[in-house]
């Protein structure tokens, strides 16, 4: 197909619809696809009428020669256009798209049908049904050669391709569409009724009713069909014996001339809906296809039937059903191909199996998967009908012999002989524990006589959610291509899984391709699991989840410990504080018990003793010295799992942190232990990921200084700086008194400001404590003192306030000019000028001071407000 560009492949698809390979009668193999499940439901069917029989049987009338013409591989010789995307296959290869016209589609035969009747449009004497083509033209030959002549050139220009063997040409009699057409007419094909006339005499009871039950089906089209069977019926009564007599055969053989008389057998009716009615039994399978007469009555217009082969007797009873409805579809495929038509069968699971709505079940059958996708190039409705109702079921019981029965002893091997090889079990002792064993026997009787409406045995709900996929082969429950084994032999099955001890996973799946019962897996893992030898050459378990030590509250309170190397010949014991996340590194010249105690008295001077220390089990921590020593300080000792690093995880990421840090050191040709220091340095200054914070800051409160600080501004010099700044921009001059100093002393309660007082300590640079002349200690600052010394210029008659000359008086540029200024204060009674100006020292590039002689405090009741005076626009004088 794809050499001859019927297909092609594609990458991707929206449509993609399962493939099965179909073998045809001629050996061939036909590719079907199972469009049903996907294209059909949603595709807009193409309705073009296909003709009657009764039509075409009408244009043939009087003819007398005949040819018959059959097209190869119809559909594939048509192409399609945009719409092949849609037609795009799923095969193990990959995707196919068809470029031609696909055997399955719904539309499919209005297509065809449509473009060979406008091929051969025009031609006198051609009838096309389908892929079938008859030429009929009255004696004369020449006219048929021209005819055929036309109809094989018209093809030849299309493209068409013929079926060599299925070519009739020049004929008296052909067969087509199920009739023998000859120049006589149109008579009906013995192969109809050969069914029916091939009905044996039944030999017993069961038989008897069969095939009454045949005749009762279709008795309404007989008349006075009572009184021809009345031999018959005698044979049914209680307590008579089975005796065949002359009367008896005579109605036997009566009845079935007029079952195949013209009167019963109705003409095929395009225009009346088609019931295909199919069955099977132990020994043949049968069918019969009805049409609906004008009373709403059914009646037979072909009756098809055969015995069953050896092989397949050997069938599971819903084989045989299926085979059967597989069998009338090919024996009627000219009356129901192309048309929707009803099919009913008395095997319930076949109505899922074979439905239009549903897809072929995944664990079904390969024989029934095949037969499946057969079926889907059909259109039909299918039913499920009763036994009793059944109108096949006596062509299913009564049926001839087949040919060389007798000679045919070898059963088809099915997939439980192959089973039996497999696993050492003999089918049949699978067979009578199915028999034996409570559920399964009920499921077996399921199986044979139909499921129940729901299923109120709670052990029975496995089977019956898969009551629909289930089916018997020889006398065995099937799932599938899976054994359903009873109870009694799932020891013996789950020893043979398990003899090459494969482990759970692939027992398992060993199991899935073999057998099933209701918990198989869990018993599966059972066995597995309790397989000594298994568990002796097991793997480890999965890894546990990881479990972290617990994170102390304090440092220095729990530190893993272990030795890194020998590393380049040298040996290293790791300290890790489980806190901080600290690392020491000592160098050791082996792991002498000596040696890691002295390190550990070494780290516990600078630190401090620990609560606990986690080691492996090493030998120097494993000795009586380290031991005795962590005893002694009251240090407990945990050890983690032997040959388990990861129970000692700190230790060890310490060890692999420092094994990088000397193997970089190395790679340098630097010293290692200078280069570890540095590396130790930044380490215990960089934030931890576990903990966020550097060791350093949980260590010691502290950030460690590096060499990247200097790089930083000074905060301490910037601060020093600014404040001599602020001091210059303030103004002021720097001033300090002595205990015993006499000063002013500023007060902010009572009325007033200034008051003497003496020092009597210094408290720091600018703070005092100072003695009023009432003996009440004040504490002051500088700026709230002034110096208090003796009068130089007082007026001898009473005592006046001096003000300190130094801080309180205001230069002037003379003494004349000063005591004019001040003379008009002084006859206001508000300020008193006395004595001399007199320069206060050598060095006073200022002038001379003015000292001015302040009365004594106004009562209350005569206070006045303070005035101010400026003096040579100098600092204001504030006095009272």
């Not at 109505?351 to 709505?357: A, M």
């Not at 516990?604 to 031991?627: H, I, M, T, W």
């Not at 000292?851 to 009741?861: C, D, L, N, Q, R």
Request: positive net charge; proline residues 6%.
């Amino acid at each position: 197909m794809l050499r001859e560009g019927i297909i092609e492949p594609v990458d991707t698809s929206d449509w993609a619809t399962p493939l099965v390979p179909v073998r045809k009668a001629d050996g061939g193999l036909r590719i079907c696809a199972d469009y049903k499940v996907t294209l059909n439901p949603v595709l807009l069917v193409d309705r073009y009428p296909l003709p009657k029989i009764d039509d075409l049987l009408v244009n043939l009338n009087g003819a007398q020669i005949f040819s018959k013409i059959d097209l190869s591989q119809a559909y594939n010789q048509i192409e399609l256009d945009d719409s092949k995307a849609l037609t795009v296959i799923n095969t193990h290869r990959g995707l196919f798209k068809y470029n031609r016209l696909v055997f399955g589609l719904a539309s499919s035969p209005g297509i065809f049908q449509r473009i060979m009747s406008t091929l051969l449009k025009g031609i006198p004497g051609v009838e096309i049904f389908l892929d079938d083509i008859i030429i009929g033209t009255k004696g004369d030959q020449k006219q048929h050669l021209k005819i055929l002549e036309e109809v094989l050139n018209r093809l030849k220009l299309n493209g068409m391709k013929l079926k060599r063997n299925k070519c009739h040409f020049m004929l008296k009699e052909v067969k087509y569409l199920g009739y023998i057409i000859s120049s006589e007419g149109v008579k009906v094909d013995e192969d109809k009724v050969a069914a029916v006339l091939k009905i044996p005499r039944p030999r017993d009871v069961p038989q008897l009713r069969s095939f009454l039950g045949l005749i009762n089906f279709y008795a309404k089209f007989v008349k006075n069909v009572s009184s021809v069977l009345a031999p018959l019926y005698e044979l049914l009564k209680k307590g008579v014996g089975w005796k065949w007599s002359a009367e008896c055969e005579r109605a036997f053989v009566k009845i079935k001339d007029i079952l195949t008389s013209a009167p019963v057998l109705a003409h095929y009716d395009t225009n009346k809906p088609l019931v295909l009615t199919c069955d099977a039994s132990a020994v043949g399978i049968g069918g019969v296809l009805t049409q609906a007469a004008p009373d709403g009555s059914e009646r037979a217009v072909v009756y098809v039937s055969r015995a069953l082969t050896c092989s397949e007797k050997h069938y599971s009873q819903i084989d045989k059903e299926a085979l059967a409805i597989v069998y009338c579809l090919k024996k009627l495929h000219q009356y129901l191909y192309g048309r929707r038509f009803t099919l009913r069968t008395d095997h319930k699971p076949l109505v899922s199996i074979f439905g239009p709505k549903y897809g072929v079940p995944a664990m079904a059958a390969s024989r029934l998967q095949r037969w499946a996708i057969i079926l889907s190039a059909y259109t039909y409705d299918i039913e499920y009908v009763n036994t009793r109702d059944n109108g096949a079921d006596g062509l299913s019981r009564l049926v001839a012999p087949a040919v060389n029965e007798e000679s045919c002893d070898v059963p088809e091997q099915s997939y439980l002989h192959f089973a039996q090889d497999a696993l050492l079990l003999d089918y049949n002792m699978i067979k009578n524990q199915t028999m034996r064993d409570p559920l399964l026997s009920r499921v077996l009787c399921y199986i044979r006589d139909g499921w129940p409406g729901e299923s109120e045995i709670r052990e029975m709900q496995p089977y019956y959610n898969r009551k629909k996929e289930l089916y018997e082969e020889l006398g065995c429950v099937m799932w599938g291509y899976r054994v359903v084994i009873p109870e009694g032999c799932r020891s013996r099955v789950l020893a043979e899984l398990h003899e090459a001890h494969m482990g759970i996973v692939k027992t398992k799946a060993m199991a899935r391709s073999y057998v099933w019962w209701p918990g198989v897996d869990e018993a599966v893992e059972a066995a597995c699991r309790a397989c000594g030898v298994c568990a002796r050459e097991a793997d480890a378990p999965p890894h546990h989840a990881v479990a972290s030590w617990p994170w102390p509250g304090k440092p220095w309170t729990r530190i893993h410990i272990d030795f890194l190397g020998p590393l380049f010949n040298k040996l290293y014991l790791i300290v890790v504080d489980a806190h901080t996340k600290w690392i020491e590194v000592f160098p050791v010249p082996s792991t002498a018990a000596c040696h890691t105690i002295d390190k550990l008295k070494e780290l516990f001077g600078r630190f401090g003793l620990v609560r606990q220390l986690v080691s492996d089990n090493g030998p120097p921590f494993q000795s009586k010295e380290v031991a005795d020593f962590l005893k002694n300080h009251g240090i407990e000792h945990i050890f983690s799992a032997p040959y388990h690093p990861a129970s000692n995880g700190a230790a060890e990421n310490a060890v692999r942190t420092i094994k990088k840090a000397i193997k970089k050191a190395v790679g340098q040709n630097m010293n290692v232990m200078s280069f570890v220091n540095t590396f130790l340095l930044h380490y215990r200054n960089t934030e931890h990921c576990t903990t966020g914070v550097s060791p350093a800051s949980l260590m010691l409160g502290r950030r460690l200084r590096t060499k990247l600080d200097m790089i930083r501004p000074d905060k301490e010099n910037r601060v020093r700086e600014r404040q001599e700044k602020q001091k210059e921009s303030r103004g002021g001059v720097e001033r300090t008194l002595e205990p015993g100093e006499e000063v002013w002393l500023r007060q902010y309660a009572g009325q007033q400001k200034w008051v003497p007082g003496r020092v009597s300590l210094k408290l720091g640079t600018t703070d005092y404590r100072v003695v009023d002349d009432i003996g009440k200690e004040s504490h002051r600052h500088i700026d709230q003192l002034r110096r208090r010394v003796s009068s130089q210029i007082r007026s001898s008659s009473e005592p006046s306030h001096t003000v300190d000359e130094a801080e309180g008086a205001v230069p002037v540029p003379g003494v004349e000019e000063a005591v004019a200024d001040t003379s008009a204060l002084s006859r206001r009674g508000s300020l008193a000028v006395t004595g001399e100006a007199q320069p206060v020292s050598e060095n006073d590039s200022e002038g001379p001071r003015l000292a001015v002689t302040v009365p004594p405090p106004i009562e209350p009741s005569r206070s006045r407000p303070i005035r101010q005076c400026r003096l040579k626009n100098k600092p204001l004088l504030n006095t009272s």
